[in-house]
């Protein structure tokens, strides 16, 4: 998706590169940005890279040319090691870093009562741990650089009590309170932490879903602007939070949802 944003000589880390962040990730990298991206799965990692002499899915060390490369980590996200070596590497990699963007996330809709701890363990993991953890270390480059943009993706799950979504809402609901605690923290040192928070999304994480006999209506019937999201509406809001004009804004939740958490 081509936009009118200029990040040229911005250094990205972004973190999942499914439906939300391939688009985030083009969209910086059409701007000008140099981007690393974290993934667990090689199929990702090749199609965000594919673009372009510049992409490089190879993930093995080296440094980036000009403006506007992709690089993919190929990284399991769900250890404290496996996090803070990824971000060293890709600091490496760009010279810096300026933006976080964490876009890795997953789901599994059962009932609590019939919710196992291997399912609760590894929602926690994926979907909040992985937060604290890049979260910390990115917050270790960008503190005493004195400057950076952090943007998680949080939910309207994060806020709506959702039915057969406990161990997702719990973990957004803590993404939530972590990015605030986040911006509190590093406000002093020019570092801004926020979240953008989609209603329902077509992406990998919601296409089985949204597939099941009238679920897509049932979805769709709830959002006030008639239609489900794609990957390009949460493009603007994550680059604002991640643009320079976003400095005086930290610590907030932006609802990029068509409404859905006005009903
Ligand atoms: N799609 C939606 O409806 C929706 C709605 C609200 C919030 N979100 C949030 O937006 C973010 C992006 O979601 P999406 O729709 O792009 O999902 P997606 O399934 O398309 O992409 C998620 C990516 O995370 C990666 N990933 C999963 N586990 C990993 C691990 N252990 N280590 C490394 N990578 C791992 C996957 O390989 C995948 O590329 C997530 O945080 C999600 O919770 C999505």
């Known amino acids: 998706m081509k936009t009118t ?15 939300i962040g391939s688009a985030v990730i083009d969209a910086l990298a059409d701007a000008g940005a140099d981007v690393v991206v974290l993934d667990r799965d090689a199929g990702q990692l090749a199609e965000v890279t594919r673009t372009g002499g510049t992409r490089d899915a ?13 690089r993919g980590l190929s ?4 250890s404290a090691d496996a996090c803070h070596d990824a971000v060293t ?8 870093l300026d933006v976080f963007v964490h876009a890795v996330g997953t789901n599994d809709r059962r009932p609590v009562l019939e919710t196992p701890d291997e399912v609760w ?18 917050g270790n ?31 957004k609901g803590g993404i939530n309170q972590l990015m605030r605690v986040m911006a509190r923290e590093w406000a002093p040192h020019g570092v801004t932490v926020n979240a953008v928070a989609p209603g329902y999304t077509e992406t990998d ?11 897509r209506a049932s979805m769709e019937a709830l959002v006030p602007a008639g239609r489900l999201g794609r990957p390009e509406d949460l493009v603007g809001p994550v680059l604002f939070l991640s643009s320079a004009e976003a400095a005086f804004i930290t610590g907030q939740v932006l609802y990029a949802d068509g409404g859905r958490t006005l009903v």
């Open 5 to 19: 944003w200029n990040f040229t000589g911005t250094r990205a880390l972004v973190a999942g590169a499914g439906g």
């Open 205 to 215: 994480l919601t296409r089985a879903y949204l597939a099941e006999p009238g679920m």
């Open 141 to 171: 480059v960008m503190v005493p650089g004195g400057h950076g943009r952090v943007v998680y993706l949080s939910s309207v799950s994060g806020l709506l009590a959702h039915r057969d979504h406990a161990p997702y809402a719990a973990t």
């Open 58 to 70: 190879g993930g093995t060390g080296g440094s980036l040319g000009a403006g506007g490369t992709v």
């Open 89 to 96: 590497d890709a600091v490496g990699f760009l010279g810096g």
């Open 121 to 138: 363990e590894r929602l926690v993991a994926i979907n909040l741990s992985s937060g604290f953890w890049l979260g910390r270390a990115v």
């Open 75 to 78: 990284v399991d996200l769900t």
